[in-house]
């Protein structure tokens, strides 16, 4: 059954509220609100127990501004914010969102980048997936990379600077998309580990540039790649990127359409790749409207 959060609730702010008063037999002011600070997180537990995320989040935030506020303990403090967020955020993601932020504050302020990117790249899954912000999270993951990469953890880095690059194409920002693939897939070239998926780096590229309708950049882009990555010149990544320009240039639809299915029967276009190519075919057809 576990305890009553209503009970200890109770109890926390009755020894808050005793922290107020004069001098006392019963512990000095420091303790009765460590005291309290100890039954709001264990209220906030129970109701967490009863899955009840909003009240624990609330009392959380409690605890916390006592503990930054009253008790000079800023650290502790971001820590149990960032616990009021997990409480949060199945049922106020905007909530966990706010607490999550004002923590990793804390953490960049101390210069303690590892922690402060770790928290936002769980702040960019809550602006993805729980509040389907695409811009905010496109950004948050952007940030934690950043951190990441001033850390020394590239692998890291990496890994968001790409869930940053899908973001921005899918909500049209092409250019920073490209900027980011462009980036991981110069920093794979070296790297045994993933030198393999820089060619699939410089597909998703080259398709941004495609999508941006400017056909000199895109025709730079494909030529220049190979100068990039010496490898690059012989996979079918490359060569579908040679042809597609083509068939834009030509503002041919069907020709666009044969070789994306021909590319498709041996490497599967997945559904990033899949929207982006269909905009680019839109972007066709309408040029094919402007001149009939």
């Not at 990793?104 to 303690?112: E, L, V």
């Amino acid at each position: 059954m576990g305890d009553d959060p209503r009970a200890l609730l109770a109890k926390a702010d009755k020894a808050f509220a005793s922290s107020s008063g004069g001098f006392s037999l019963f512990g000095g002011r420091t303790e009765k609100l460590e005291n309290a600070v100890d039954l709001y997180t264990q209220a906030a537990n129970a109701y967490r127990l009863q899955k009840n995320g909003k009240e624990a989040g609330l009392l959380l935030e409690k605890a916390a501004s006592i503990q930054e506020e009253k008790l000079n303990e800023p650290d502790d403090a971001a820590l149990t914010r960032s616990e009021a967020s997990k409480a949060y955020r199945k049922t106020d993601p905007e909530d966990a969102a706010r607490c999550l932020d004002r923590a990793i504050k804390h953490y960049t302020s101390r210069g303690n980048f590892r922690r402060a990117a770790s928290m936002q790249q769980t702040l960019a899954e809550i602006y993805e997936v729980d509040i389907q912000d695409g811009k905010r999270a496109g950004g948050a993951y952007e940030a934690a990379a950043g951190w990441f990469e001033e850390d020394n953890a590239s692998a890291l880095a990496n890994k968001l600077y790409l869930k940053a690059a899908d973001i921005a194409g899918l909500e049209g920002d092409y250019y920073k998309a490209i900027e980011h693939y462009e980036r991981v897939a110069k920093n794979s070239i070296n790297n045994d580990l993933m030198r393999f998926s820089v060619k699939d780096y410089l597909l998703k590229a080259g398709i941004c540039h495609l999508a941006t309708n400017d056909l000199v950049g895109a025709g730079r882009a494909v030529e220049g790649y190979p100068e990039m990555d010496p490898s690059f010149a012989g996979t079918r990544e490359h060569q579908l990127l040679t042809e597609l320009l083509e068939a834009v240039k030509d503002q041919d639809t069907e020709k666009y359409a044969d070789k994306l299915w021909q590319f498709d029967q041996m490497s599967k276009l997945n559904s990033w790749k899949t929207t982006m190519l269909l905009r680019v075919k839109k972007n066709i057809q309408e040029e094919e409207d402007d001149f009939s």
